[in-house]
């Protein structure tokens, strides 16, 4: 503040005391000063300012003597350059928000005199805008001038095209610089990433991983553990995010997933040191409010969980994992149509994300929409092909009308046929087969999936199939092996409940007399609840974020 405070003084001095040329240097100074401290907008008007002043400069410089003409040149050398004052005033509009503005003033720079880095910040902010054309053009012009940007890369990769056409944009500098081989390979991936093969994009980046050059590489980790995560392998997807963590304390990108997959794995004591751990690296980061979101979220606090979505947007627009907090958060407290929004936002960002699908589709079905969610699943599985997951969110949708009960059952062998042990699709069969009460062959469904792994949802369905059996003991040990990876699994906790009132009558009289002593108590926490949803919704609108 005292350097803002400095420049503003020298700026108010008398006019004859400054040249002009020194005035447009002040000028630039104070505004970047300004812009340290965060005042954006301030600091916007600063530079327009100092622009002006340059106008000023050039046209005094133009009458000047021939005599003074060689001195004045080398001065207009040593000052700041008017691309680089228009690349910060687009900087402050885009964190303003105000993208139209940036790209104007952007696009206002002649195209033989823009670097990289404008460049760059233009075709992500066309890329925002829906003009993928012309966010194309620019990360190419990125490539041609730096072919290792990596994130032109991605950018063009994302935006569709061939990662045969990226990958000779970068072959000569392959070709020249000795250990580069792995690059095209790793483009290779990405491509697999953007186009949503996630079998092969896996194989790709551990074929990567393998090499010396990038073993241990954490960016290549976090990918990693991202595709498994969007291939529905959580186990691997964990271990991967761990392995990271473990390279690079410091870690912030892709632990949002990473927290989700905790909170939604039951491990809440873990997301919430998480969460703080974050914090205490950095607030500014859509991150750890997303983890901190998604402890709330599975603690069945929803007005909090939505604030804190909320808070996670307002730094990143672009977090996909903050959209689906934030439109979970919606959807289960009953405000379905802007959950609907916030899926089709964070579809647009991630559209070979099957969660952003499989969200919008839940708001579809929970406001009795099956035509639109059929709809939505038949798109799904024709642009995406058909995988285990395709196949499960369209058995989803068909099990929600009696007519496609058949076809769903058919889905789900397929899905299974892929991938036995894909949980979700094992879920839904276990549905299936719970409605037409062939509880054996759920059973043997369900043992089967969990001889390679352990799931609370499994260990609980299986518990229910066993108490219609009436196997109460094997049941009972179900439950509390559910309850023992997810202590917060309220369905299996009524299950055992259920089962200790049934097996003993006299007992069930004394507990249902403490627990009509308990529900008095369960009304005073509902009404906590009310009023903490209440102070959450009243610091939401406070950030003007509702």
Known sequence: MLIVQCFFYFYLQPRELFSPSQKYQLLVYHADAIFHDKEYRNAACK?????????????????RPSSVGTASSMQSQSLPSEIEVKYKIAECYTILKLDKDAIAVLDG?????RTPKINMMLANLYRKAGQERSAVTSYKEVLRQCPLALDAIIGL?????????????????????????????????????????NHRAINTICSLEKKSLLRDNVDLLVSLAD?????????????????????????????????????????????????????????????????????????????????????????????????LLKGAALRNMGRVQEAIIHFREAMRLAPCRLDCYEGL?????????????????????????????????????????????????????????????YTKAVVKKAELLSREQKYEEGIALLRNALAN??????????????????????????????????????????????????????????????????????????????????????????????
Not at 109 to 113: D, E, M, T, V, Y
Not at 160 to 181: F, H, R, W
Not at 380 to 390: E, R, W
Request: proline fraction near 3%; charge should be negative; hydrophobic fraction near 40%.
């Open 47 to 63: 530079y327009n300012m100092a622009l002006q002043q340059k106008k000023v400069l050039s046209k005094t410089s133009k009458v």
């Open 109 to 113: 720079i002649p195209s033989r005199q």
């Open 157 to 197: 990769l994302s935006l569709s095209v061939k990662g045969a056409e990226v990958a000779s944009m970068t072959m000569d500098v392959i070709q020249s610089i000795p250990n580069l081989d792995w690059l095209s390979v790793w483009i290779k991936a990405y491509a697999f990433i953007h186009a949503g093969d």
């Open 227 to 323: 595709v498994y995560f969007r291939a529905g392998d959580t186990k691997n997807s964990i271990l991967k995010f761990e392995q990271a963590q473990m390279l690079d304390p410091y870690l912030i990108k892709g632990m949002d997933v990473y927290g989700y997959l905790m909170a939604r794995e039951g491990h809440l004591e873990d997301v919430e040191v998480l969460g703080g751990r974050l914090f205490n690296i950095s607030d500014q980061h859509a991150e750890p409010w997303v983890i901190s979101g998604c402890h709330s979220f599975y603690s069945k606090r929803y007005s909090r969980a939505l604030y804190l979505g909320a808070k996670a947007i307002q730094l990143n627009s672009n977090s996909v994992q903050a959209l």
């Open 361 to 421: 589709i839940d708001c579809y079905l929970a406001s009795n929409g099956i035509r639109e969610a059929m709809g939505m699943a038949n798109n799904i599985y024709k642009t995406l092909g058909a995988n285990a997951q395709t196949l499960t969110i369209l058995a989803t949708v068909c099990l929600e009308d009696p007519v496609t009960q058949e076809k769903a059952k058919t889905l789900l062998d397929k899905a299974l046929a892929q991938r036995p042990d």
């Open 453 to 546: 792994q352990s799931d609370c949802v499994l260990h609980r369905m299986l518990g229910d199939f066993l108490v219609a059996v009436n196997d109460y003991q094997e049941a009972m040990d179900q439950y509390s092996i559910a309850l023992s990876l997810d202590p917060n699994d309220q369905k299996s906790l009524e299950g055992m409940q259920k089962m200790e009132k049934e097996e003993s009558p006299a007992d069930a009289t004394v507990e249902l007399d403490g627990d009509d002593m308990e529900g008095s108590g369960e009304d005073g926490d509902l009404e906590g609840s009310d009023s903490e949803a209440a102070q959450w919704a009243d610091q939401e609108q406070w950030f003007g974020m509702q």
